[in-house]
């Protein structure tokens, strides 16, 4: 079992943003259909891979859409979410406990870059739309790398600079594809494939 006891630190968060009730509702209802699919695209490549008992991280989980869904879809699994948004963690925990997923599904106030559990303890780390949004992205990185299994799986993802932030003000904020590939060069996680287009790049090895 998760052990949720495990000391979590309550750090700042450095955008304020993620603090405010009513942003958070917003910027939730907004990533819902995003964070609907991203979970449909991992549970295929889950059953691909016949994973389907272990430990799932959501490092920077939200509102906690995906690791949700995919508790619903994996049942003998066991997830948890972090994130340092309270907004976001209450929005997480009504939605877990309106599914009665308690039991198998966590939420803590933790930051990806100080990930408050054991080296290689999870089978499966899933980051979605985190890098840009963190000071310290290689740490981030290396945090994730720290905290998963040898042979454990991750996909780790999130938008990228492009002609879009035009028309989408949070491209603007994001690392280009150049960035994104120097930042993950100086992490400790070299392995897993790196794929981009328009709006996305991946880092995966699922």
């Known amino acids: 079992m998760i052990d949720s006891s495990i000391n979590t630190k309550n750090l700042s968060l450095s955008d304020k943003r993620f603090n405010n009730p009513e942003f958070a509702k917003r910027y939730a209802d907004k990533h819902l259909k995003m964070s609907r699919n991203f979970a449909d695209k991992l549970a295929a490549k889950l059953s691909r891979k016949d994973f389907n008992k272990g430990k799932v991280l959501d490092s920077g989980c939200g509102p906690g859409f995906v690791i949700i869904e995919l508790a619903e879809k994996f049942t003998a699994c066991e997830f948890v979410g972090i994130d340092l948004s309270e907004p976001l963690l209450e929005i997480a925990e009504k939605i877990n406990q309106k599914e009665i997923l308690t039991e198998r599904v966590k939420f803590l106030k933790a930051d990806v870059q100080d990930i408050p559990f054991p080296d290689n303890y999870f089978d499966f780390v899933i980051n979605i739309n985190m890098l840009h949004l963190v000071d310290e992205p290689v740490k981030m990185l290396n945090e994730i790398e720290r905290v998963l299994k040898p042979d454990g799986f991750f996909f780790i993802t999130d938008l990228r600079k492009s002609i879009l ?42």
Request: hydrophobic residues 45%; aromatic residues 10%.
């Open 165 to 206: 932030g035009l028309l989408e003000k949070e491209i603007k904020s994001v690392f280009t594809v150049e960035g994104t590939k120097k930042i993950i060069a100086k992490s400790n996680l070299l392995r897993g494939q790196f794929s981009s287009s328009l709006i996305w790049w991946k880092l995966q090895n699922i």
